[in-house]
């Protein structure tokens, strides 16, 4: 029996209402009026049970067939959460799970040590690589946002992105997003008070990479931001709140600051793209220069993010477009009056929720290419942002 689809819109509608128990029956693929199943709830807390994407059933979340337990139970708000983790191919190709990462072995001389930092928002740990070669000397800071339920451990893993911070010397942050702040630990891209500059996480992602910035002799105007999926979308809102802090931003498979601002519009959002024509998070006009990488077989978050991210970061004009085909990928590039690339959007083809060209030693990554870290450092490293 072919198990059915679940009804987002549907899903969505009732719990704007408040039914939370229609909601959680839709998402089973039952009626409305459906009973929860024995079991399945404790408590106050009501669980949904939902199929993630497999090779048996295709590439969308499903519900779990009536009398099968789903390998994941989650809250209604963990539903965001949950379509935000996708499955981890090369992890089952393994034999272990998402999070299955190994201690990462260092240069002789490299660093990689965990600080805290905290403000009237509250802390985050966070972890900084130091390049083996690094003498003391002003470098470039690069600070990399995670997925849901990743580590700083487990995606500086995937990214590579030390091993490129020992190619072209410069600093590492990995902000920790606690379960304690999300319990799929997942950067709260979509909650209105957490797309404000000076406020919740944005204000502890700034601190940190200020921090960064008093401790070491950090390049004046030469700090980037980059995230994956719930990170990407946080690195957006980052470059949006902090045009002053940041150079350039890199959106691997996220979405654009203001696409959502509570829950249901998160599910409309990473289902149909953002209704952003509303959306006013940006303090200012200052365009940063915006790369983006979004595979077209995304079924977690719709492609069509991507292009937003992009006409987010755009100015009204003055660009020249140019389009690049390649092995993989659809390169458009807009070029400013001196031919430097100020955006970049990255279409790679037959890519789903994952980090292009990553390492299977981390999770949710693709190790086919293009690899996205190396092309973001090497957009980040033509691009300084003026002191002001």
Not at 3 to 13: I, S
Not at 46 to 62: C, H, K, L, N
Not at 156 to 177: D, I, K, S
Not at 307 to 332: F, K
């Amino acid at each position: 029996m072919t198990r059915p689809t679940v009804d987002m819109m549907e899903a969505l509608r009732l719990t704007r209402q408040g039914k939370l128990e229609e909601a959680m029956a839709v998402l089973r693929g039952a009626p409305p009026a459906a009973e929860a199943a024995p079991g399945r709830a404790t408590g106050t807390a009501t669980v949904i049970d939902m199929v993630p994407p497999s090779d048996q059933s295709g590439s969308a979340w499903t519900a779990a067939p009536t009398g099968e337990a789903a390998p994941a139970p989650t809250s209604v708000r963990n539903a965001v959460f949950d379509r935000l983790r996708p499955p981890d191919r090369a992890a089952e190709r393994r034999g272990v799970g998402p999070r299955g990462t190994t201690s990462p072995t260092l240069p002789a001389g490299a660093t990689f040590e965990s600080h805290v930092f905290a403000n009237e928002a509250g802390s985050r740990s966070y972890k900084l690589y130091v390049p083996s070669r690094y003498k003391g000397e002003a470098l470039p800071l690069v600070v990399m946002l995670h997925g849901c339920t990743q580590s700083p451990d487990d995606f500086a893993a995937g990214t590579g992105m030390n091993e490129r911070a020992e190619e072209q010397l410069f600093l590492v942050a990995y902000p920790a997003q606690p379960k304690s702040a999300n319990p799929g630990k997942c950067w709260n891209w979509f909650d209105g008070r957490d797309q404000q500059r000076g406020k919740g996480e944005p204000s502890l992602i700034a601190g940190i990479t200020r921090r960064i910035m008093q401790d070491f002799p950090v390049e004046t105007g030469r700090v980037y931001v980059a995230g994956l999926s719930a990170g990407g979308a946080a690195a957006a809102i980052m470059g949006a709140t902090y045009p002053d802090l940041y150079a350039a931003i890199g959106v691997h498979s996220g979405l654009a600051c203001g696409a959502a601002r509570d829950l249901p519009s998160a599910f409309a959002a990473m289902r149909d793209g953002g209704a952003l024509a509303g959306a006013s998070a940006a303090p200012t006009t200052t365009t940063v220069p915006t790369i983006v990488f979004h595979g077209d077989r995304d079924t977690t978050v719709n492609p069509v993010n991507g292009d937003q991210v992009i006409a987010q970061a755009a100015p009204a004009t003055g660009l020249e477009t140019r389009v690049v085909r390649g092995n993989g990928y659809v390169r458009t590039i807009q070029l400013d009056d001196t031919g430097r690339s100020v955006l970049e959007h990255w279409s790679l083809q037959g890519v789903g929720h994952a980090w292009s060209g990553g390492s299977p030693n981390g999770s949710y990554t693709d190790p086919r290419g293009p690899d996205a870290s190396r092309e973001m450092v090497r957009f980040f490293l033509q691009h300084s942002a003026r002191p002001q």
